[in-house]
């Protein structure tokens, strides 16, 4: 039963300018509530409506007030006035051969962010970015390619989430019987940017995420991937508690320089050592090592040696990354032969050492080729223009 409505928030006039609504994608509990309060709703209904809200918005996916049956009509139209459930919007959909899908998507300034989603036989997992762009210039990563332009906001990072789960029609339906299949079953943080460099946004999109009366993904099936920012590691364990995954990918610091140039910043052995102090590490929470492989680069013998010393005492997975190779690249990627010889020789060291599939190379969805279709189109155009020049 709706609870008695206050006209504290009915005498408020006007429905707002666009631009002035508030977007209830991405607040935490804390944050909505203060926002309802903030706009009018009296404060012994607030964590009441925000319940109300927040089953409607992230479990049924409802994005029209005028929907939220259990809320009285008036208080809809006060929510009308006020807030907005914007996700963001589909520019272009890909679908490769082998069903991964690449989502183009536009987001406020009329920027744009790649997202992918890639389903496997007992999961599906959900790449979202965190950044517009990359900081880090990788130099094997095509992402890194793309200057930096902005963090997204932590509603742009869960409405990758929403827009994904719309798009495979994904929301339960009312009266309909219950569907435990989740096909959204894990996200990755593993898309355009380093998303320890957009911490409180990241944080507090998985708190959303998360939560259990909503989109309700355990902090378990999260993954967050970082090239080694090592301030933030612990922050991640303490305020997300999601896995880790870390972009290693080199077993001396003067390879691992020119991949993952943050390495000057924090060398390997600082990395190493922040990962030895993760407050989450044990044996059934293991930190991967995330290893692409570059023919004549990192993939000897000696390197996966190297590599099962470098990490001796963390629990952890090793994950090769057969390299994705992009138009200009100067890298190749390994022989299966080297790759599978590389695996054997972690294996026996007693450490899992799983070869990733590659996924959607046909529409550049594969790991490390996220780059915004127009800023691939800038690029080519300059490109032809040098060629044409020179």
């Known amino acids: ?52 809200i927040w089953q409607w918005v992230y479990h049924w996916g409802v994005r029209d007030f005028a929907q939220m049956t259990n809320l009285a009509k008036d208080y809809r139209a006060f929510l009308a006035e006020r807030f907005e459930i914007s996700v963001p919007e589909i520019v272009t959909r890909q679908v490769s051969a082998d069903g991964t899908r690449k989502y183009l998507l536009r ?57 994904a789960r719309d798009d495979l029609g994904e929301w339960p339906q009312p009266g309909a019987p219950k569907d435990e299949t989740r096909l959204v079953s894990n996200v990755v943080l593993m898309g355009m940017g380093e998303p320890l460099y957009n911490f409180d946004n990241v944080r507090d999109a998985m708190k959303v995420v998360m939560d259990g009366e909503g989109i309700s993904l355990s902090r378990r099936r999260i993954t967050l991937s970082t090239s080694g920012i090592v301030p933030e590691i612990a922050k ?16 001396t610091d003067e390879t ?9 910043k924090w060398n390997i052995e ?8 993760y407050p989450r590490l044990s044996n059934s929470e293991r930190i991967t090592f995330e290893y692409v492989m570059l023919d004549g680069v990192n993939d000897s013998d000696a390197d996966a040696r190297r ?54 190379e046909d529409i550049m969805a594969a790991c490390g080729q996220l780059k915004s279709a127009t800023e691939r189109g800038r690029k080519s155009a ?8 020179a």
């Open 256 to 264: 691992r320089n020119k991949l993952v140039p943050v390495n000057k």
């Open 236 to 251: 991640t364990a303490e305020e997300i508690g999601c896995l880790l995954a870390v972009s290693f990918h080199a077993t």
């Open 107 to 163: 987001i406020a300034g009329g920027h744009e962010v790649e997202t992918v989603y890639i389903p496997e036989e007992s999961r599906g997992t959900l790449c979202i970015s965190s950044q517009v762009g990359c900081t880090l210039t990788c130099s094997f990563c095509h992402t890194g390619t793309q200057k930096l332009v902005r963090n997204l906001t932590a509603g742009e990072i869960v409405g990758q989430v929403m827009v």
């Open 307 to 360: 590599l099962v010393r470098l990490i001796q005492g963390i629990p952890a997975k090793i994950n090769l990354i057969p390299f994705n190779e992009w138009p200009g690249v100067e890298y190749k990627r390994s022989s299966w032969e080297r790759i599978e010889a590389f695996a054997d020789i972690v294996h026996k060291a007693g450490y899992a050492s799983p070869i990733r599939t590659p996924r959607g």
């Open 382 to 389: 300059a490109q032809i223009a040098a060629e044409a020049s």
């Open 1 to 52: 039963m709706n609870a008695p409505i206050s006209q504290d928030y009915l005498t408020v006039p006007r429905k707002l300018p666009l631009s002035a609504l508030t977007n209830i994608v991405g607040l935490t509990r804390d944050q909505l509530r203060d926002a309802l309060v903030a706009a009018g709703t009296p404060e012994k209904q607030a964590k009441m409506r925000v319940g109300q």
């Open 270 to 277: 600082t990395l190493l050592g922040a990962l030895r102090e």
